[in-house]
C-alpha cells in the first residue's frame, strides 16, 4: 500500500503533528478529495465490562479536504480564541461535560450557553459525511460465547461504508487517508496491521466480504497533541451518538444537527442499521452491512 505524508499544511497535520515520509504516489493526481477522521466513545474491554457506559461507539468523519482546510479548522481556531483566548486548546468532550480544566470558565451559566450555540453552529455549518457503529457489549457477550472484538467488529462495519460513500462519491484508485489517534508504537504497529487484514479480506467475520481493492484506503496514527480539528469533531460526535443509540431523547439538540449529517449509524448485535427520523434529511443508505452471525457461527473467534 502506498503511503505519504497527508499534508505539509497544519490544518490538517496539527501545530505539533509529525507524519513519517513513507513511499510516495507514483502521481499526485491518485490523491483523493476526502479525509477520514476516526474516534471513539466508551472502550472495548469485555471483562469488566464498565455499567455506567456499557457500549463502544467508533465514529469515522469523512470531510473534502479543501472544506476541511478552509473551513473547518479555520473556524474552530477562530471558536477557540473567541472564548479561551487561544486555539492551542483540544476539545474533549468529557473535559467539557465535566467543566474542568480549562473548561471550567462553562460553569457560568451566560458563557456555556454562548459556547455550545457557538460550538453547535460550528459542527452543523460543517460539511461531513458520519458513520457510526455503536456495539452494545452486554448484548454481544450474551449473544456470543466467544464475543467479537468490540473495536475490531465497529471499525468493519464503518469501513464497508466508507468503501460504499468513496464509491458514491467517484473516489476509485484515489487513495483516502483515515486518521486514527495515536496511542503509541505498539498499539498502533498492532491497529495498522489489522486494518490492513480487513482490506485484504484476511479474517472475514462474516460471508459478506467487501472489495476494497479500487479504494486504497492508508491509515495514519497522529497523537492527540497534534490539535487535529477532524479528532475533536469526532469526539464530540461519539458521545451523543453512543447515547442515542439506546435513547432516542437522549442529547437532543446536538443530535438534530448530528442526524441529517448520519448517513450510516449500526447498532450490534441488537437493532442493526437504524434510520434518522424522517423529518431529518439525510443521504441515509440502506441494506445491510453484513448478515448477522447467529451465536454458534463457525466465524467467532475461539
Same mark, same amino acid.
Given at each position: ?8 499544511n497544519?490544518g490538517?497535520?496539527?501545530p505539533?503533528s509529525t507524519?513519517t515520509?513513507?513511499?510516495s504516489?507514483?502521481?499526485r493526481s491518485?490523491?483523493?478529495?476526502y479525509?477520514?477522521?476516526?474516534d471513539?466513545?466508551?472502550?472495548a ?11 463502544l461507539?467508533l465514529?469515522?468523519?469523512?470531510i473534502r479536504?479543501d472544506?476541511y482546510i478552509?473551513?473547518?479548522v ?5 471558536l477557540?480564541?473567541?472564548?479561551f483566548?487561544?486555539?492551542?486548546l ?15 470558565? +462553562?460553569a457560568?451559566?451566560?458563557?456555556? *450557553? #454562548?459556547?455550545? =450555540?457557538?460550538?453547535? %453552529?460550528?459542527?452543523?455549518?460543517t &460539511? ?23 473495536y475490531?467488529l ?5 469501513l ?9 462519491n467517484?473516489?476509485?484508485?484515489? +487513495? ?5 489517534e *495515536? #496511542?503509541g508504537? =505498539?498499539h498502533?504497529? %498492532?491497529?495498522?496491521?489489522?486494518? &490492513? ?15 476494497f481493492?479500487q479504494f ?9 497533541r ?11 460526535l461519539?458521545?451523543p451518538?453512543?447515547k ?7 442529547? #437532543?439538540?446536538p ?9 450510516a ?13 424522517r ?5 441515509y443508505?440502506?441494506g445491510?452491512t453484513r448478515?448477522?452471525?447467529?451465536a454458534?457461527?463457525s466465524?467467532?473467534?475461539?
Amino acid at each position: 500500500m502506498n503511503r505519504f505524508i497527508v499534508s505539509q499544511n497544519s490544518g490538517i497535520q496539527g501545530p505539533t503533528s509529525t507524519c513519517t515520509d513513507f513511499e510516495s504516489l507514483d502521481s499526485r493526481s491518485t490523491i483523493g478529495d476526502y479525509v477520514v477522521f476516526v474516534d471513539e466513545s466508551g472502550d472495548a474491554n469485555l471483562d469488566p465490562i464498565d455499567p455506567r457506559f456499557p457500549m463502544l461507539n467508533l465514529v469515522f468523519c469523512l470531510i473534502r479536504k479543501d472544506h476541511y482546510i478552509d473551513f473547518v479548522v479555520p473556524q474552530l481556531h477562530q471558536l477557540k480564541i473567541d472564548f479561551f483566548g487561544h486555539a492551542d486548546l483540544i476539545l474533549h468532550e468529557s473535559e467539557m461535560r465535566r467543566q474542568t480544566g480549562a473548561f471550567a470558565i +462553562l460553569a457560568d451559566g451566560d458563557v456555556y *450557553s #454562548r459556547w455550545m =450555540r457557538e460550538l453547535l %453552529a460550528w459542527i452543523e455549518q460543517t &460539511d461531513v459525511a458520519v458513520i457510526s457503529a455503536c456495539i452494545d457489549k452486554i448484548a454481544l457477550t450474551r449473544r456470543y460465547a466467544h464475543p467479537f472484538d468490540p473495536y475490531d467488529l465497529a471499525i468493519r462495519f464503518c469501513l464497508e461504508r466508507t468503501r460504499q460513500f468513496l464509491a458514491a462519491n467517484n473516489q476509485s484508485q484515489r +487513495l483516502t487517508q483515515v486518521i486514527f489517534e *495515536s #496511542r503509541g508504537k =505498539r498499539h498502533d504497529r %498492532a491497529a495498522g496491521l489489522e486494518f &490492513d487484514q480487513i482490506l485484504k479480506q484476511a479474517n472475514p467475520l462474516g460471508h459478506h466480504l467487501p472489495d476494497f481493492s479500487q479504494f486504497p484506503l492508508d491509515p495514519l496514527f497522529i497523537p492527540k497533541r497534534a490539535n487535529l480539528a477532524g479528532h475533536q469533531l469526532c469526539d464530540l460526535l461519539a458521545r451523543p451518538l453512543a447515547k442515542w443509540s439506546f435513547n432516542a431523547s437522549s442529547h #437532543r439538540r446536538p443530535m438534530q444537527i448530528i442526524q441529517p449529517k448520519l448517513i450510516a449509524h449500526k447498532v450490534f448485535p441488537q437493532t442493526g442499521w437504524r434510520r434518522p427520523h424522517r423529518s431529518h434529511k439525510s443521504s441515509y443508505w440502506p441494506g445491510n452491512t453484513r448478515l448477522n452471525p447467529p451465536a454458534n457461527s463457525s466465524h467467532a473467534p475461539r
